[in-house]
């Protein structure tokens, strides 16, 4: 959605899906830029800007998406018809720029795609119960799009975007990174949630709950690409782990450079510590990942987590406000570390894994600073100048250039 003239293409392809006998429920992002151009029009008003008002100010890109493509869709003799979030609707929590979706009223798009519309949804959007416009936060139209997949209870969700299927790893960064076939749900919401960029985590989330199946495929292809080639390229995420996915001890590498690493020294010991620090910045609604308590000497530990780059200024500040109240000595904070992590279904039946990416990231002379695991991940959180080199290094160590 970048230009008029690709606005032009996607119609192109909705109608060719369409001609197929098709129905089709589209749901567009803003146009290329756009959501970050508001965004700096309200900081140019309101340095920390109002999250109702920036719901109503972002939640406009979508809207002019939405009327483009249904006039493109018009001007080439389709029937179509478009919608804001509001007007669907798609009923939201009140957490204003990250607000969850909590139901979708189908009645609406049922009857228009029964009388041959093709109808075009705003991503990204929805309505609290107040009436209040809400969004779903950054790349929320993915989100969105699974959703209304999921409440129609559609045959497939494609979702198309600027890159042709999830790779094991970003191709940017390592020339030689391999497109998967296919990839499971637990292994896409595990690289969806430590930073691959190509689908946002809580898309994968619904997909996998709802059991949508879901295909990512390339945007930039021919629009009017031979409709059995389009529907069997990119990737699939699968419900399932074939023979195949189980011999991949390690399918990708996934890694953010957007985190912020905060540490509170000299916390007494106590039963409740842990609560009376991450209380408040849950309360300021800021998402903690990373989490290390250290041993107790003389009764006093550290406590460090890891967050958002983004929130890093606001959660320093909750702590510096509640740091005497809970007797920490002081407040420390790092804002250039990234987080690199191997991920893979494999590694339910395979050891060592751990032990491997260790001993690279050490011969790369990489010190890890955090680590933390789950059953088909590892995550360590390392300097920032060293991302690139340690995502280099456990690709060819795990050999994922390898089909």
């Not at 919608?83 to 009223?105: E, H, L, N, P």
């Not at 798009?109 to 109808?119: Q, T």
């Not at 129609?152 to 960064?173: N, Q, S």
Request: glycine share 8%.
């Amino acid at each position: 959605m970048g230009s008029t003239d690709r606005i032009k293409n996607v119609a192109a392809r909705v109608a060719k899906w369409h001609d197929a006998g098709h129905q089709v429920v589209v749901v567009p992002s803003a146009m290329s830029g756009e959501t970050n151009r508001l965004i700096g029009l309200a900081k140019e008003i309101m340095g920390q800007p109002d999250p109702r008002e920036l719901d109503m100010i972002c939640s406009t890109g979508e809207q002019v998406s939405v009327g483009l493509l249904a006039m493109a869709l018009l001007a080439i003799g389709k029937d179509a018809v478009s919608y804001a979030g509001w007007q669907v609707a798609i009923k939201t929590d009140s957490s204003f720029t990250k607000a969850r979706i909590q139901s979708i009223d189908d009645t609406k798009v049922r009857a228009d795609l029964d009388s041959g519309k093709i109808v075009i949804i705003a991503g990204f959007q929805g309505v609290d119960d107040d009436g209040n416009i809400s969004t779903l936060g950054r790349g929320g139209s993915d989100t969105s799009a699974v959703a209304i997949a999921a409440a129609l209870k559609a045959d497939e969700c494609l979702i198309f975007t600027d890159v042709d299927g999830v790779y094991t790893t970003d191709p940017r960064v390592v020339s030689d990174a391999r497109r998967l076939k296919t990839v499971t749900f637990e292994e896409m919401l595990e690289m969806a949630s430590l930073g691959s960029k190509v689908l946002q985590s809580r898309s994968v989330e619904f997909a996998g709950n709802y059991r949508v199946p879901t295909r990512v495929l390339s945007s930039l292809t021919d629009p009017l690409l031979p409709l059995a080639e389009e529907a069997a390229s990119g990737t699939l995420i699968s419900f399932e782990e074939d023979t195949n996915m189980e011999q991949a001890v390690i399918s990708g590498i996934a890694f953010n450079r957007d985190e912020a690493k905060i540490t509170i020294l000299g916390v007494p010991d106590k039963p409740g510590v842990a609560y009376h620090i991450l209380g408040p910045v849950a309360d300021a609604n800021i998402e903690v990942d990373m989490i290390i308590q250290n041993q107790s000497v003389d009764g006093k530990t550290d406590f460090t987590f890891t967050v958002s780059r983004g929130e890093y200024a606001k959660a320093m500040a909750v702590l510096e406000g509640v740091r005497s109240e809970i007797g920490a000595a002081s407040v420390l904070g790092d804002a250039k570390v990234s987080k690199v992590s191997v991920v893979g279904v494999g590694m339910r039946s395979h050891v060592g894994v751990a032990s491997q990416m260790f001993r690279t990231l050490s011969e790369e002379g990489i010190n890890i600073l955090m680590i933390s695991t789950s059953e088909i991940k590892i995550s360590v959180l390392i300097d920032e100048k060293y991302m690139e080199l340690a995502v280099r290094a456990l690709h060819k160590t795990f050999e994922l250039e390898k089909v």
